[in-house]
Nanobody
């Protein structure tokens, strides 16, 4: 069964940085789209960033452009989210996700608190 486990969350001051990691329990293939989502307190889930196969294309929500970077290491079955210049509005539970075939898989989330 496909499992995703996020780590690297925590509490950080405004302007600080964090790197989130996502370990996937099965082989990550080049055609697997990966992404990060977040859900703040009392808010709906929001798509933060995606990494696509062709040309290593990326998507970033406007609110994180220039500050966040998504990356992947297929050999290690890892996905990362480098977060710089963090703002209080970035406070949320961050979820790693991937699409494999017709199925979507989600991690349990990791808390990021910016104060």
């Amino acid at each position: 069964h496909v499992q995703l486990v996020e780590s690297g969350g925590g509490s950080v001051q405004s302007g600080g940085s964090l790197t989130l990691s996502c370990a996937i329990s099965v082989k990550l293939e080049t055609d697997n789209c990966v992404g990060w989502f977040r859900q703040g307190p009392g808010t709906e889930r929001e798509r933060v960033a995606n990494h696509y196969t062709i040309g290593s294309r990326t998507f970033y929500h406007n609110s994180v452009k220039g500050r966040f970077t998504i990356s992947r290491d297929n050999a290690k079955n890892m996905v990362y989210l480098q977060m710089n210049s963090l703002k209080t509005e970035d406070t949320a539970v961050y979820y790693c996700a991937t699409q494999m075939g017709p199925h979507n898989y989600w991690g349990q989330g990791t808390q990021v608190t910016v104060s």
